[in-house]
């Protein structure tokens, strides 16, 4: 991986990513068939894993009618706390570093031919992520828990089934796609995160007179850097679940920020800086600090993104904004929409090629559609056709929305390159 992602660059790593992401969900369907045929189809499936577990396993929402007040009330067999299901749905989405979109995923974007070619990519992304690769995993985590019942690392129940049931030429086969699964995030991360070192901190701070082919062998010197920092991490990691709350919480707090300096003319680099470092702080000794540390991990989401905020405000007020140089050719090259950028249109004459309300309802018109799809598949799957149709009409009325809504944004191609194929409004 290191090979091919530090002398390959992007576009090596982007068309291994391609092959290895479908060999990937390739062999998750495989799994999913082979383990749902071990115990009789879905039909069967259902009903044994009901009668496995005491708790609902296959309830959509983690909410039950009556409890002590006759109202809806929080299940207890949920898995999370309350607190920690509402940070998922209410905090995280705003306060991780990811806000955004991400800097992988933004640097894919970016590299595509045009706007309209970078929609259709995250469109096809988010079908095949969360509409068709979920529920794969999620059948195959049902069969473990039917012929693992007494399996004590749930973490296990999928290599075991791939043992179990699938022949040695299909399981060798499945073999190579986690593997090429854990290829492709690793080599997405190794780039990405050599892009960082070396342009944002070595190309801009220590070597700004740097020439391409220096810039090129500091990136080369980063993914091997990157890379064993990866490796000492997975080295002392224990399990998955500890490892990944810790990435979310140490994420936690700099998102509003990272989403606001595209629309408030006021958000400046120190204001940025200090969010990053306060939610990498925060979060981390909230985490692993034994007398600071907060078990409930909603809470510490809810603490850590709240504090965050205080101390990127304060850092904001007390020092000046960007020069207005700086901001009037932020603004002629993005022309955001929305009030935030007033004095910048004013200055330059020029309108938004924005208009923030309509981005606000063709997103939220997307998540009815993505989430409408996602949950209706899973309620025909799981045999609870009132909870798939439910979610498909609300998929239907996303989508009507979206195609209704259409598109405002002018074609704003990049420079050199047509935008042949972009709608205009």
Request: without cysteine; negative net charge; proline residues 7%.
């Given at each position: 991986m290191l090979v091919y992602a530090g002398f390959s660059g992007l576009w090596g790593v982007v068309a291994t990513d391609f092959f290895q992401f479908f060999l990937a969900l390739f062999g998750a369907v495989v799994v999913a068939i082979a383990a749902v045929a071990s115990v009789g189809g879905m039909g069967s499936l259902v009903t044994q894993v009901q009668a496995q577990t005491e708790i609902d396993v296959l309830s959509f929402f983690p909410l039950t009618l009556g409890g002590d007040s006759g109202w809806l009330?929080?299940?207890?067999?949920a898995g999370i706390t309350s607190s920690t299901f509402l940070g998922y749905v209410f905090i995280q989405w705003w306060a991780f570093?990811?806000?955004?979109g991400g800097g992988e995923f933004i640097q894919r974007l970016v590299a595509t031919k045009s706007e309209a070619e970078a929609e259709k990519a995250a469109w096809f992304f988010n079908i095949l992520h969360y509409v068709v690769r979920t529920w794969p995993w999620v059948v195959v985590a049902l069969v473990a828990v039917v012929v693992y019942p007494d399996l004590e690392d749930p973490e296990l129940g999928y290599p075991r089934l791939?043992?179990?049931f699938l022949p040695p030429a299909v399981l060798g086969l499945v073999v190579a796609s986690l593997v090429a699964a854990f290829m492709s995030t690793v080599s997405t991360l190794i780039n990405w995160g050599a892009s960082y070192l070396t342009n944002d901190l070595y190309g801009r701070f220590m070597r700004p007179e740097?020439?391409?082919?220096?810039?090129?062998?500091a990136g080369r010197i980063a993914s091997v850097v990157v890379t064993g920092l990866g490796a000492i991490a997975a080295f002392y990691a224990t399990d998955v679940a500890t490892v990944f709350r810790l990435v979310i919480a140490i994420g936690t707090g700099p998102g509003l920020v990272l989403i606001l300096r595209w629309f408030w003319w006021r958000i400046n680099a120190a204001a940025e800086l200090a969010a990053m470092v306060a939610g990498l702080m925060i979060g981390f000794v909230t985490s692993v600090v034994p007398l600071l540390q907060i078990p409930d991990f909603g809470l510490r989401l809810l603490v850590t993104s709240g504090l965050t905020a205080v101390i990127w405000i304060?850092?904001?007020?007390?020092?000046?904004?960007?020069s207005d140089e700086t901001l009037d050719r932020f603004y002629r090259k993005v022309r955001p929409g929305g009030p935030g950028w007033w004095r910048q249109?004013?200055?330059?004459?020029?309108?938004?090629a924005q208009a923030?309300?309509?981005?606000?309802?063709?997103?939220?018109?997307?998540?009815?559609?993505l989430f409408g799809l996602m949950l209706g598949i899973g309620g025909f799957l799981l045999y609870q056709p009132l909870t798939g149709w439910v979610w498909i009409i609300?998929?239907?009325?996303?989508?009507?929305w979206l195609r209704k809504l259409g598109r405002f944004i002018p074609g704003m191609p990049r420079p050199g390159l047509e935008d042949e194929g972009y709608d205009e409004a």
């Open positions: 009330a929080w299940s207890e067999t570093r990811r806000s955004d791939m043992l179990d740097a020439n391409q082919a220096e810039l090129v062998l304060a850092v904001m007020v007390l020092t000046p904004p960007e249109r004013s200055r330059t004459s020029l309108p938004p923030l309300d309509h981005d606000l309802k063709r997103v939220l018109a997307a998540l009815l559609l609300i998929a239907g009325i996303g989508g009507f």
